[in-house]
Every structure is written in structure tokens, then in C-alpha cells.
């Protein structure tokens, strides 16, 4: 089991920034990816960012340029640095790892908790 801590989100006007963070502990030897969905209101939670063990880095087209995500992988913990913020980006944010699952099965994704972010116009 992977465990996953966020912090970092809150309450903040357009053109803001806040910084998310997240932490994995547990069975974390097989992280493989590491990054973020956001779950807007009455809305499908959607891809935000990953990067992969070799530190390739996935961005969507709505946040890319404005969000930049790092990895710390001696300390298997992630952020989101995110700056420009627009009204749009309001969502609740959730940490995620993929982890692998053995040579024959696909990795075993887990989630954290979510942290709400709200970016008031």
C-alpha cells in the first residue's frame, strides 16, 4: 500500500500562485509516475501533469506555461508550482503514483485525499 499526503491548496485571487505539495510513504520502491489530476465542480477529474522515474514531464494544454511541476524522487515527493492562476483552475487537486505491479500486470495507481484550490475572479 502507498500512502499520500497533499498540502499546499486554499484560497487565492486570479493571477495568484500557490504551491501544492505531496508526499508518498508505504510500499514506495516501485514508483514509476508521479503527478496530479484536478477534479473541477460538477466536473470530471482530469489530468494536470506526471512525470515519469526518468523525469519526463507532462503538462495539459490548459495549465502549460504556468504550471511547473518537480519531483524529488530520494524523498518520493512532488509539487505543483502554479502561478498565473485563472478561475478555470478551480478544482479540488489530487496527488497520484503509479507503482509497478509485477512483469505481468500494469501498474497499481493510488490516490491522496485532494486538496481543494479555489481562485476567485
Known amino acids: 500500500q502507498v500512502q499520500l499526503v497533499e498540502s499546499g491548496g486554499g484560497l487565492v485571487q486570479a493571477g495568484g500562485s500557490l504551491r501544492l505539495s505531496c508526499a508518498a510513504s508505504g510500499s514506495i520502491s516501485g514508483i514509476s509516475v508521479m503527478g496530479w489530476y484536478r477534479q473541477p465542480p460538477g466536473s470530471q477529474r482530469r489530468e494536470v501533469t506526471h512525470i515519469t522515474w526518468t523525469g519526463y514531464t507532462y503538462y495539459s494544454d490548459s495549465v502549460k506555461g504556468r504550471f511547473t511541476a518537480s519531483r524529488d524522487s530520494a524523498n518520493n515527493t512532488i509539487s505543483l508550482q502554479m502561478n498565473n492562476l485563472k478561475p478555470e483552475d478551480t478544482a479540488v487537486y489530487y496527488c497520484?503514483?503509479?507503482?509497478?505491479?509485477?512483469?505481468?500486470?500494469?501498474?497499481?495507481?493510488?490516490w491522496g485525499q485532494g486538496t481543494r484550490v479555489t481562485v476567485s475572479s
Open positions: 497520484f503514483v503509479d507503482v509497478l505491479n509485477g512483469p505481468n500486470n500494469g501498474p497499481k495507481k493510488y
